[in-house]
Every structure is written in structure tokens, then in C-alpha cells.
């Protein structure tokens, strides 16, 4: 069981709501203070040997879930009692419980997983029945009114979006109809010269939600960003690193920035569990071969203080955790390849 432990912290006060842009409240850097564990993980080898496009994943009941993005299904399924493979569920397509591109996926606050499509702007909600071990498609919300959505979550009955088009708020609140209500959260930048779209575009992050608690881990900054949904408090994480946006706007409607060989990848996957944030750290340079593999999880508590910096012995892309105990992480190359660390 982790603890929190010491690490070069400095606690500061967050930004004001008369200010678009958030500063740091936690900034953190490596140092002894931060508890380092090494581990050697097993691989699980013929456990994904059925998966053909993997896009995000995260452990769900005892189910370890692997959105596709290739085969015509929408979720693949592992039993985590056994590390062996179950199925591929569901179909791609346009109709009532199909999408065309399954990406994230999160836990609601019935314990449902949720499953969105930013191309349709539709989420499917599925409710698993372990006595019958099948996955029932509970619920279908698609809001054609909406663009630019790349993450929708439904919490306590309503939906929450990040926005391509906008940078005055983090979040977006709708009813569940599509109708809007109110706007949440700051951007982490400063940079205001820079046109609205452009900096949402730039603030592009990874989000996870669960047990009350939403996370976004930053693309090409050092940022992550929680949100406390029970108290409405923010945090805001700077580290281990400290460097600034680096990307350039480019004059096509399509693509209203893009990276730079000087941009430098932050956060390119966080978790949430009962206890922890968990993030996976890159810090690497475009130029640099545009490796993705990385080693590096920092476990954070709820709180955003840090706790300790996990090194996996093999690279990856893209993980899971579960119930603390392990963690899941999908390795990216010829083929993909699943590894299994215990923490």
C-alpha cells in the first residue's frame, strides 16, 4: 500500500474567476525526497493478440477494457481474475449502440462505463451483470447541436465537455438534452495574445473521471489539472519539469495549430483509483523520434500532492490500474505487446 511521502512541493493560491487563464497551485520536481520504486513487469503475451488499433483503457469491475479502434467492435474485454482474453463487444457503426471511434473511456457514478465518440458526439453507457457476465448497453446520448468536442462525461446527471472552439473554460455543463447550462474551470496557460481556438486547441489533454474526481493530464505541457467535483475545487500540477507550450499556428481552418519539432510532450495518460491519480510522463522532444514509449508513472494522492514516482522496466503508451494493487500497460511497436506490473 503507497503512502504519501515527502517531495519538493510548493503549495500556492490557485486563480481567481475574474482570471481566464489558471496558474499552479502544486509544483513538484524529482528530488530524494520523492520515493522511487522500480519494477519489473510480466508480459501477458497471447492476451492481446486480438487487438488491432488500441486506444485508451481502464480497469472496470474485474475487467481490464481496451477501446478498438480498428476491428468492427467497439471494446475488448480481459478478465482480470485469469489475464486472459474475453471478447470484442459491440459493433462500429451509426446506428443505436454503434460508434465509429470508441475512444475514451471513464467509470460514471453508478459504476457504468461510459464510451464516447468525439466524431459523433454520442457516448454509450454500459452496465456489466456478473452473474450472466454480459455487458447491457444501458444508455445512448448524442448531441448533433455540439461541435468541437474531443472528451464528454456524464456526471450527476448531467454532461460535461472540454471544447476545441473555446478557451474561455475548461468545461462545458449541458442537461442531459444537449441544452447548456453553466461553464467551469480555467485554462493552464498565459499566453493570451494567442486566439481563443488556438489555445484550446493547444490545451488538448487527456481526462479521466471516477468516484468523483476528474483529471486531465496535458499533452505538450507539464500540467495536470483536477477537479474536484463534490467541492468544486480546482488544482492545478506543474512538474516534474518545468517548460511552456511550444507549437505553431498554422493558416488551415482544419488544423489551427500543430507541434514543432522544439514541442515537448507532458502527460500522455492518467488513471484515477479509489486512492490515487496516477500519470504517465513522456518529457521528451518531437524531434526525438517521436517515441512514445515511456516509463515513468508519478502516483499522486486525490489531493494532487505527490506520493511517489513508479519506473516500469519496459516502455508504454497506454495503462491502466487496478485497485492499487496493479498495473496494465500496452507496449506500441510492430505489435502491440500488454505487460503486467505489480505495485
Not at 471494446?75 to 474475453?86: I, K, M, Q
Not at 460514471?108 to 462505463?113: A, M, S, V, Y
Request: charged letters at 25%; aromatic letters at 14%; glycine letters at 8%.
Amino acid at each position: 500500500m503507497m503512502r504519501a511521502l515527502g517531495a519538493f512541493v510548493v503549495l500556492l493560491i490557485g486563480c481567481s474567476d475574474d482570471n481566464v487563464y489558471m496558474k499552479p497551485s502544486i509544483l513538484f520536481t524529482d528530488n530524494k525526497n520523492l520515493e522511487e520504486e522500480y519494477i519489473k513487469g510480466v508480459e501477458l503475451e497471447s492476451a492481446i493478440d486480438s487487438v488491432v488499433s488500441p486506444f485508451s483503457m481502464i480497469c472496470w469491475e474485474d475487467k481490464l477494457v481496451i477501446s478498438e479502434m480498428g476491428f468492427n467492435g467497439i471494446f475488448h474485454t480481459l478478465d482480470l481474475n485469469t489475464d486472459e482474453y474475453e471478447e470484442l463487444f459491440g459493433t462500429k457503426g451509426k446506428e443505436r449502440g454503434e460508434l465509429l471511434f470508441p475512444s475514451s473511456l471513464n467509470i460514471g457514478d453508478n459504476g457504468e462505463l461510459q464510451v464516447y465518440d468525439p466524431n459523433s458526439i454520442k457516448m454509450l453507457s454500459y452496465q456489466y451483470v456478473n452473474e450472466e457476465n454480459k455487458y447491457i448497453l444501458d444508455e445512448e446520448y448524442k448531441f448533433e447541436n455540439l461541435q468541437g468536442v474531443p472528451n464528454l462525461f456524464k456526471v450527476k446527471n448531467e454532461i460535461l465537455t472540454t471544447s476545441t472552439l473555446n478557451a474561455d473554460y475548461r468545461l462545458y455543463v449541458y442537461d442531459l438534452n444537449g441544452d447548456y447550462k453553466r461553464s467551469l474551470g480555467k485554462l493552464p496557460i498565459t499566453n493570451e495574445s494567442q486566439p481563443s481556438r488556438v489555445l484550446a486547441e493547444a490545451c488538448y489533454a487527456w481526462p479521466r473521471y471516477y468516484n468523483g474526481i476528474l483529471v486531465f493530464g496535458y499533452y505538450i505541457a507539464p500540467f495536470i489539472q483536477i477537479l474536484n467535483i463534490e467541492t468544486g475545487d480546482w488544482f492545478l500540477i506543474k512538474g516534474p519539469e518545468d517548460f511552456d507550450f511550444e507549437y505553431q499556428i498554422v493558416p488551415v481552418p482544419d488544423s489551427p495549430y500543430a507541434v514543432s519539432e522544439e514541442t515537448r510532450v507532458g502527460y500522455i495518460d492518467v488513471q484515477i483509483s479509489d486512492n490515487f491519480i496516477y500519470a504517465l510522463y513522456n518529457g521528451r522532444y518531437q524531434k526525438d523520434d517521436g517515441e512514445f514509449n515511456v516509463n515513468t508513472v508519478y502516483v499522486f494522492g486525490r489531493d494532487g500532492k505527490p506520493v511517489k514516482k513508479l519506473i516500469l522496466d519496459e516502455g508504454i503508451i497506454r495503462f491502466a490500474v487496478y485497485k492499487d494493487n496493479y498495473i496494465y500497460g500496452i507496449k506500441d511497436g510492430e505489435e502491440f505487446r500488454l505487460y503486467k506490473y505489480e505495485i
